[in-house]
């Protein structure tokens, strides 16, 4: 049987592929679309997923050193079971006690992000690690020292050789394997989820609130990512402690002020305190700021000037359809918890 160029390019890509598996033996890991979603943002090219790569970068995730005096992880602010976030204080903790300014985002579906950080400081997945690596009021390190102390780390060095073939550590191959680590906190089987693939569905309540999220929302936090990348101001008075104005601090264009990321509200349920400083406890907390509580200024976000006017009944239906984006698979997964000591 012949084969069209179609698919004699593609068992060729395949056969390359293979190739250069087999010739650093790690094992490939793949990253599957779901069906009808975007494609990635992440060029995976530069930076393959593998099995032993991912293992690498899992220990390094969960590392205390990372930070000065090894006291903080990257997982100290991003808890698996919160969705990769922390839900005991409002801003940020970092070594010796010292309070950042922000509440930490959330980890999820990063491969569909271009900017990160919540004033988008950061662009690349791949090199975002090294902002709270080298905050002073997060970890307080740098990469220089990181790679020392693993270079000192029998573990560590056998791990490296794993996923990248050699026993060097260098700062580049160190950041690539928590990039492999954290791309892979992939969200996908939520109750919605299940809903768009025809196996479930929504109750009455839950059904009322997608249309009043179809409504008021989906504007900002666009299916089935739930986020946008775009920042916006969202209508809350700037902290007078703070005082911070969030994308014009990288910007330096008064247009930017008061914008910030637009967070993915998947897994919601669990990723309290909500907003740039955690200001806001609750859910109904927040719907009630949209609904009511929105401040006017220059830069608000225009699909934020039409108020709601929600009823009581409403914000408890937006509440109960906004739960149907918990992904309890994703929050339980083993895959991603502590790995487990050699």
């Not at 975007?38 to 390094?60: A, C």
């Not at 990039?179 to 892979?184: L, P």
């Not at 939520?190 to 179809?214: H, M």
């Not at 993915?264 to 990723?271: D, G, M, P």
Request: positive net charge.
């Amino acid at each position: 049987m012949k084969l069209n160029k179609l698919n004699s390019s593609f068992i060729a890509v395949i056969i390359l592929i293979s190739v250069a598996f087999t010739e650093s033996k790690v094992t490939p890991m793949y990253f599957e679309i779901p069906k009808k979603w975007p494609k990635t943002v992440y060029d995976f090219k530069n930076n393959q997923l593998t099995e032993e790569g991912f293992e690498l970068g899992r220990n390094l995730f969960y590392d205390p050193l990372f930070s000065r005096d090894s006291t903080i992880s990257c997982a100290s602010c991003h808890l698996q079971a919160t969705g990769f976030t922390h839900v005991d204080h409002d801003l940020s903790h970092g070594i010796e006690g010292k309070i950042g300014t922000r509440n930490a985002l959330t980890l999820q579906n990063l491969a569909w992000s271009k900017d990160f950080m919540w004033d988008g400081g950061v662009n690349h997945l791949d090199v975002q690690a090294l902002a709270p690596i080298t905050s002073e009021v997060e970890m307080n390190e740098t990469l220089q020292n990181v790679v020392a102390k693993l270079q000192k780390s029998t573990q560590y060095k056998t791990l490296f050789y794993e996923a990248f073939g050699t026993k060097k550590i260098t700062g580049q191959l160190t950041l690539k394997a928590l990039t492999q680590f954290v791309v892979a906190l992939k969200t996908t089987n939520s109750k919605y989820d299940k809903v768009v693939r025809n196996e479930d569905r929504f109750s009455p309540s839950e059904q009322k609130g997608y249309d009043l999220f179809k409504k008021n929302c989906a504007s900002c936090h666009i299916e089935p990512l739930f986020n946008s990348p775009k920042f916006e101001n969202n209508g809350l008075e700037v902290d007078n402690t703070l005082n911070d104005f969030g994308r014009m601090k990288i910007t330096q264009n008064p247009k930017d002020s008061l914008k910030f990321k637009v967070p993915t509200l998947r897994n919601v349920e669990f990723t309290f305190p909500y907003m740039h400083d955690g200001r806001l406890k609750t859910l109904t907390e927040v719907v009630k700021h949209y609904n009511s509580n929105i401040k006017p200024s220059n830069t608000l976000s225009k699909e934020l000037r039409k108020p709601m006017h929600l009823s009581d009944n409403d914000r408890v239906d937006l509440i109960a359809f906004l739960k149907t984006l918990t992904d309890k698979s994703f929050l339980f997964d083993q895959k991603f918890g502590y790995p487990k000591k050699k």
